[in-house]
T-cell receptor
Framework: GDSVTQMEGPVTLSEEAFLTINCTYT??????LFWYVQYPGEGLQLLLK?????DKGSNKGFEATYRKETTSFHLEKGSVQVSDSAVYFC????????????FGKGTKLSVKP | DAGVIQSPRHEVTEMGQEVTLRCKPI?????LFWYRQTMMRGLELLIY????????DSGMPEDRFSAKMPNASFSTLKIQPSEPRDSAVYFC?????FGYGYTFGSGTRLTVV
């Protein structure tokens, strides 16, 4: 079945460091891909998405490019801030009769001042 | 728009008691999802509805769990009888269409003692 694999956390970075969180997927067909962020004590929020190969999703300085050839959707940010500390979830939706998002296990990011 | 509204935010109950969690999706969204989040298991899909009809309840752990969606603006998740292992954060999410990403509520933190 469809699945999402994220890099294990936690990830600890200093402020202004470069961030990469790896995400790869397995899916039949052509899924839509998403990154969600969960701040402490809150629900998940959609961060960005891409619906077809080579699309780049971006928001709040974060970017991810849908790579069909490597089945990847890695999340990147050039300069992280303390306020980016959160748990990040990669997810896919393969559509069809399923309809529900399949989430990775999440990667906790801590940014130190 | 007030977003997805869940109540209560926190619930502490004794083992064996009935617990009812409530969710009001975003107006116009036709899909509603119930998730459970724990440290051990991460984010688990329990059940989802499309146009008020349950589509997939294979994630509901046991017969003690039941969910209803009597109309487009309200859903409940009931646990009867509750057990300590049901302690978790329960999230409700809604979306306008499959594949468009979800809007999550802030969650209900359930503690069963």
């Amino acid at each position: 079945g469809d699945s999402v694999t994220q890099m294990e956390g936690p990830v600890t970075l200093s402020e202004e460091a470069f961030l990469t969180i790896n995400c790869t997927y397995t899916a039949t067909g052509y899924p839509s891909l998403f990154w969600y962020v969960q701040y402490p004590g809150e629900g998940l929020q959609l961060l960005l998405k891409a619906t077809k190969a080579d699309d780049k999703g971006s928001n709040k300085g974060f970017e991810a490019t849908y790579r069909k050839e490597t089945t990847s959707f890695h999340l990147e940010k050039g300069s992280v801030q303390v306020s980016d500390s959160a748990v990040y979830f990669c997810a896919l939706n393969s559509g069809g009769s399923q309809g529900n998002l399949i989430f990775g296990k999440g990667t906790k990011l801590s940014v130190k001042p | 728009d007030a977003g997805v509204i869940q109540s209560p935010r926190h619930e502490v109950t004794e083992m064996g008691q009935e617990v009812t969690l409530r969710c009001k999706p975003i107006s116009g969204h036709n899909s509603l999802f119930w998730y459970r989040q724990t440290m051990m298991r991460g984010l688990e899909l329990l059940i989802y509805f499309n146009n008020n009809v349950p589509i997939d309840d294979s994630g509901m752990p046991e017969d003690r769990f039941s969910a209803k969606m009597p109309n487009a603006s309200f859903s409940t998740l009931k646990i009867q009888p509750s057990e300590p292992r049901d302690s978790a954060v329960y999230f409700c999410a809604s979306s306008p269409l499959f594949g468009y990403g979800y809007t999550f509520g802030s969650g209900t933190r359930l503690t069963v003692v």
